[in-house]
């Protein structure tokens, strides 16, 4: 499964960046036509990280069944995993979030 979703994301950048290209030359005949000297910038992402959320959450289960207590890699994940369910949020969020994951890891300790 990880290796269909690490496919998906490299065909999404690739269509991003074809995309991209489209979008430039349009851009490009338009201001031709309208007789207009105007530099255009066009910029779409170049990586995307798509994940199985919950194949991701059975990892992270899986690990804490053997036993282990992994609180930075618990951290990363749950950090992972959140940043990609909500990746548009603001820097602010996003830092209170991993505040929120932080001090309830070392709630369980």
């Given at each position: 499964m990880q290796i269909k979703f690490q496919g998906l994301n490299g065909s999404l950048s690739n269509?991003?960046?074809?995309?991209e290209d489209l979008e430039r030359r349009a851009f490009a005949v338009a201001?031709?036509?309208l007789g207009i000297d105007e530099e255009v910038t066009v910029d779409?992402?170049?990586?995307?990280?798509i994940?199985?959320?919950?194949?991701e959450l059975k990892t992270?289960?899986?690990?804490?069944?053997?036993?282990?207590?992994?609180?930075?890699?618990?951290a990363a994940k749950l950090k992972r995993i959140i940043s990609n369910d909500i990746g548009g949020s603001d820097e602010e969020t996003m830092e209170?979030?991993?505040?929120?994951?932080?001090?309830?890891?070392?709630?369980?300790?």
């Open positions: 269509f991003a960046m074809r995309m201001c031709r036509y779409y992402p170049r990586e995307f990280h994940l199985d959320v919950p194949e992270l289960e899986a690990v804490k069944e053997l036993g282990y207590r992994l609180p930075t890699y618990e209170k979030i991993e505040a929120e994951i932080e001090d309830g890891l070392k709630g369980e300790e």
